[in-house]
């Protein structure tokens, strides 16, 4: 028992010391929630309400550090949408309930500072751009000339975040706005926001 937790601790240690060095690689986990900016009500002129959805992400992260100053790019895999429903007096209204629901592939890359600079501990602020990436789609829709086809396989967006380090485990908070995900020569627009959670520990 005793050498099993000399053991840990020399573990702990060593990710420690490796997660100060100038390019940290880590792993990380988390969740989301997900809804859908459209142009639905606009289009078929009646109102609409957009919820959310909430699902999980977990990929990779490498940090590249130079004093404050920090470059961060990133891979995970996500699971991304929100429903779209009418309201009203529904005797009158078009049937438009429209489910998104796709899984993605996220590869931000990140430009950060740290405000809090220590070496056990920092505070982060970042932004930059994301390349999504749609590796499977569900996409269910009531309104008829809207199609599963009209998705984009691959469409940008931005994130902009906030993040503490703790040694070697950090902790991430952050809001995603995409471009327009459904294609161009459709009359209809949807844009994805999606606020994110999670957490990672920095292997090296």
């Known amino acids: ?3 099993l ?3 840990i601790l020399l ?3 060593q990710l420690a010391l490796w997660s100060q060095g100038a390019i940290n690689i880590g792993i990380k986990y988390g969740a989301n929630s997900s809804s859908m900016l459209t142009n639905f009500d606009e289009v078929l002129v009646q109102n609409i309400e957009e919820s959310n959805i909430t699902s999980y992400h977990a990929g990779a992260f490498v940090r590249i550090n130079a004093g404050r100053i920090f470059i961060q790019p990133e891979a995970y895999f996500n699971t991304k949408g929100g429903i779209i429903k009418p309201i009203g007096d529904m005797s009158v209204q078009i049937p438009s309930v429209t489910n998104f629901e ?3 592939i996220d590869v931000p890359l990140l430009l950060g500072f740290k405000v809090i600079c220590r070496e056990l501990i920092n505070l982060r602020l970042y932004a930059g751009p994301v390349l999504t990436y ?4 569900s996409l269910y829709s009531e309104i008829s000339d809207l199609r599963n086809s009209d998705l984009n ?3 940008t ?8 380090d703790i040694w070697f485990i950090t902790l991430d908070a952050r809001i995603e706005n995409s471009a327009n995900v459904l ?3 459709s009359k209809y627009s949807a844009a994805n926001r999606v606020y994110l959670l999670s957490a990672g520990i920095k292997l090296f």
């Open 1 to 3: 028992m005793k050498k």
């Open 5 to 7: 937790t000399i053991t």
């Open 11 to 13: 573990i702990v240690l």
């Open 102 to 104: 796709y899984q993605t």
């Open 134 to 137: 749609v590796t499977a789609n």
């Open 153 to 155: 396989q691959r469409y």
């Open 157 to 164: 967006g931005w994130q902009l975040g906030t993040g503490i």
């Open 183 to 185: 294609a161009n020569e």
